[in-house]
């Protein structure tokens, strides 16, 4: 038997595909390990990641506050440096970091969730994520559905995209509905519901709710502003509102723009790699598919490549974001060769349905 013969003449069910798969690209990532033996060292480096990551933010702060960067560049920078911080916090929701060593493993929990502030707890993140891992696709997975997965595409989920809070005030009433008929059929235990309930009244506080806030002002003001400019330009905005936007501007450009323009790359890649409503329970190659065309380049330097590497995590849990951006090329011929789907651009008009007949009829 040829070597490369295509896959259809072995005649494996997914779940022998997905063994080989995950056989496959542990043995390239056993190689790159025994290639570079410091990568043993994987809490010095995520901390030096961590580290890292904090000081290019903190620098820009600076730089912005002293006037001496371009307010855009900072903000691009910000988004840039906290889409590495979203690797690691995904990479410590696995608890792939100072697994024993509860202190700096929260220290790092604490300070991913700082510099990304306007994302859920990682705490409550880390029950929804390790759910997602087991349901994805499935009605009961809250992680990719918080971000508009399954919805149909238009201009009600683009601006539902990057803004957790909008989108989850805006679906409120028909996702709780959902969750309750979840759990009467048994999908949703009582524990995941208590869950689900804390993340929801807590999950955004004490950093989400009050920057959204000052966000929707800060939008507010420019609106207002913008239509006074036009119907009565000489008016001028009362004193204390002036001073208000002069003492958020800061905060919003810093630390609520750059993550909203991450946010909106990393949930419009996801929430297109990940298939939703008719993947199979558990089966993980139906679960994503690779998403890396090149026009969707700007979006995955906002998100560390997720579209490209997300689906190798679904076969290989336990592997840092760093080793997998290594063993991304091999893994992909493997992903190829057992048939996981590649730049399904389908996906875009069948609500990310996985089925392609069934969205048709
Ligand atoms: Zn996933
Ligand atoms: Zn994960």
Redesign the pocket.
């Known amino acids: 038997m040829e070597i490369n013969a295509p896959l259809s003449n072995y005649e494996l069910n997914d779940k022998e595909k997905t063994s080989a798969v995950y056989k496959e690209i542990s043995e390239t990532s056993k190689s790159i390990r025994e290639k570079y033996p410091f990568l043993k060292h994987q809490n010095a480096i995520g901390f030096s990641i961590f580290a890292l990551c904090v000081s290019m933010i903190l620098w820009s702060v600076y730089g912005y506050l002293t006037a001496q960067w371009n307010t855009w560049f900072v903000v691009f920078w910000i988004a840039f440096w906290t889409s590495i911080l979203h690797e690691l916090e ?1 990479d410590l ?2 608890r792939l970091y100072f697994k024993d060593n509860p202190v700096m493993h929260n220290l790092m929990m604490f300070g991913v969730w700082l510099f990304r502030p306007l994302t859920l707890n990682p705490w409550f993140r880390r029950q929804l ?1 390790l759910h997602h ?1 087991k349901y994805s696709g499935t009605a009961t997975d809250m992680e990719e559905r918080g971000v508009n997965n399954g919805q149909p595409w238009g201009f009600l989920r683009l601006i539902m995209t990057p803004d957790l809070i909008f989108a989850g005030i805006l679906r409120s009433k028909k996702m709780r509905a959902e969750v309750r008929q979840l759990y009467y059929e048994g999908k949703f235990t009582k524990d995941d519901i208590d869950n689900l309930r804390k993340t929801s009244l807590y999950g955004f506080w004490p950093f989400g709710i009050p920057l959204h806030l000052m966000w929707y002002s800060f939008v507010m003001y420019y609106a207002v502003f913008a239509v006074m400019s036009v119907v009565a330009p000489l008016a001028e905005m009362p004193a204390w509102v002036q001073a208000y936007i002069g003492f958020i501007s800061p905060v919003v450009i810093l630390f609520v723009v750059p993550n909203l323009i991450r946010q909106f790359c990393l949930h419009f890649i996801t929430s297109n790699m990940h298939y939703y409503g008719d993947v199979e329970r558990g089966n993980i190659m139906q679960q994503t598919q690779v998403l890396n065309v090149w026009w969707l380049f700007p979006f995955q330097l906002f998100c560390f490549n997720f579209g490209s590497t997300h689906t190798i ?1 679904h076969f290989m ?1 336990q592997e840092t974001f760093y080793i997998r951006q290594l063993t991304a090329p091999a893994a992909h011929r493997v992903l190829q060769k057992y048939g996981v789907r590649f730049n399904d651009l389908g996906t875009f008009f069948r609500a990310n349905r996985f089925n392609k007949e069934e969205a048709a009829s």
């Open positions: 995904h929701i696995h994520h891992h995590h849990v």
